[in-house]
């Protein structure tokens, strides 16, 4: 190998780079050779041990039949490994399939939409306009009480205390991916949906966890499709079944909202009574300018008074009647 002349930094410098690239390429020569031959000498292993079971799968014809076929359903699918590797092909079904006893193991996959009622996910904090502040209580649960998520608190933006659950509909849509990338690829989509749902409703306000709670699964759903994609899951769709507020809350708001009623009912009746007054106006207006209109009018009330199931029915006398009796008085 040329070492390149310190005395020249420029060939110096691009001399360094290809040793250092050679050098690389030298490793990695050497890392696929060790794996080809480690690769060559499993597969050599590997067909003794098919060719042994095939021996037996002959010897022990046709009992062993019974072992090697295998059934799986229309919704269902089956993943094989061989010797801890997967098949090719992907996986099997529906329909039948053979197997070799000793060195071949399957597991089941169901297709079908599944149903998942996500708990009630309880966000604790104190709304600064409702309630007094209150203490959230953290408790700690084992892998096998994940359920009892409900009772662990999470602040939310505008500091109100709700609890909410929800249902995740789900289903396979990768056999092979769902149990060659997760072990538990249900148990991880159900625990993943606890804590979607928290984060995503510790990010909301409380007028908007009751009024969009279309927008709120649908931003759940692609969160949760995303996330799952990598262990083969499809999340169909995502609703909020329930929100519950606490008693001290349900009670704030609905004085509050009695209060607002209230106020929108006195600003009714006050412009009701502005426009009456305006209308009484006019028509003081429109009788003082007539003579007549005065006269029909009290024709009217007469009728409306004669009308009614009254035992004494006072008869005012005109005005003009008045004005004749005084004058004649003044005189005498």
Same mark, same amino acid.
């Given at each position: 190998?040329?070492?390149?002349?310190?005395?020249?930094?420029?060939?110096?410098?691009?001399?360094?780079?290809?040793? &250092?690239?050679?050098? !690389?390429?030298?490793? &990695?020569?050497?890392?696929?050779?060790?794996?080809?031959?480690?690769?060559?000498?499993?597969?050599?292993?590997?067909?003794?041990?098919?060719?042994?079971?095939?021996?037996?799968?002959?010897?022990?014809?046709?009992?062993?039949?019974? +072992?090697?076929?295998?059934?799986?359903? $229309?919704?269902?699918?089956?993943?094989?490994?061989?010797?801890? @590797?997967?098949? $090719?092909?992907?996986? #099997?079904?529906?329909?039948?399939?053979?197997?070799?006893?000793?060195?071949?193991?399957?597991?089941? +996959?169901?297709?079908?939409?599944?149903?998942?009622?996500?708990?009630? &996910?309880?966000?604790?904090?104190?709304?600064?306009?409702?309630?007094?502040?209150?203490?959230?209580?953290?408790?700690?649960?084992?892998?096998?009480?994940?359920?009892?998520?409900?009772?662990?608190?999470?602040?939310?933006?505008?500091?109100?205390?709700?609890?909410?659950?929800?249902?995740?509909?789900?289903?396979?849509?990768?056999?092979?991916?769902?149990?060659?990338?997760?072990?538990?690829? /249900? /148990?991880?989509?159900?625990?993943?949906?606890?804590?979607?749902? @928290?984060?995503?409703?510790?990010?909301? /306000?409380?007028? $908007?966890?009751?009024?969009?709670?279309?927008? *709120?699964?649908?931003?759940?759903?692609?969160?949760?499709?995303?996330?799952?994609?990598?262990?083969?899951? #499809? +999340?169909?769709?995502?609703?909020?079944?329930?929100?519950?507020?606490?008693? !001290?809350?349900?009670?704030?708001?609905? %004085?509050?909202?009695?209060?607002?009623?209230?106020? @929108?009912? #006195?600003?009714?009746?006050?412009?009701?009574? &502005?426009?009456?007054?305006?209308?009484?106006?006019?028509?003081?207006?429109?009788?003082?300018?007539?003579? %007549?209109?005065? !006269?029909?009018?009290?024709?009217?009330?007469?009728?409306?008074?004669?009308?009614?199931?009254?035992?004494?029915?006072?008869?005012?006398?005109? *005005?003009?009647?008045?004005?004749?009796?005084?004058?004649?008085?003044?005189?005498?």
């Amino acid at each position: 190998m040329d070492y390149p002349n310190p005395n020249h930094p420029e060939e110096y410098n691009e001399g360094m780079q290809k040793m &250092q690239m050679q050098m !690389q390429m030298n490793k &990695q020569y050497l890392v696929y050779k060790q794996d080809d031959k480690e690769m060559n000498d499993a597969s050599t292993c590997g067909k003794i041990l098919i060719f042994l079971s095939w021996v037996l799968v002959f010897l022990t014809m046709p009992f062993s039949l019974l +072992v090697c076929f295998k059934v799986v359903q $229309e919704y269902e699918r089956a993943v094989i490994f061989r010797l801890g @590797r997967l098949m $090719e092909g992907g996986a #099997k079904g529906p329909g039948i399939f053979f197997i070799l006893p000793c060195i071949d193991a399957y597991a089941r +996959v169901d297709l079908r939409t599944r149903t998942y009622d996500v708990p009630p &996910q309880e966000l604790s904090i104190t709304p600064i306009e409702f309630l007094p502040t209150l203490y959230a209580l953290t408790i700690f649960f084992s892998p096998f009480t994940f359920f009892f998520l409900s009772l662990l608190s999470v602040l939310t933006k505008d500091s109100v205390t709700v609890s909410v659950d929800a249902v995740v509909y789900y289903r396979v849509n990768n056999a092979t991916i769902s149990i060659a990338n997760v072990e538990n690829a /249900h /148990h991880s989509t159900r625990l993943l949906a606890q804590t979607t749902l @928290r984060n995503t409703m510790g990010t909301r /306000h409380l007028h $908007e966890i009751l009024s969009e709670r279309m927008t *709120i699964s649908g931003s759940m759903q692609l969160s949760l499709d995303e996330a799952t994609d990598a262990w083969g899951i #499809k +999340v169909e769709r995502v609703e909020i079944k329930d929100v519950r507020l606490p008693v !001290q809350l349900q009670r704030a708001m609905a %004085a509050e909202a009695e209060a607002s009623r209230e106020a @929108r009912a #006195k600003v009714i009746a006050a412009e009701g009574e &502005q426009k009456a007054s305006r209308a009484l106006r006019e028509a003081s207006e429109i009788i003082g300018d007539s003579p %007549a209109a005065l !006269q029909l009018r009290y024709l009217q009330t007469l009728n409306t008074i004669s009308t009614e199931k009254n035992s004494t029915i006072v008869f005012p006398l005109p *005005i003009d009647l008045l004005t004749f009796f005084m004058k004649k008085t003044e005189a005498q």
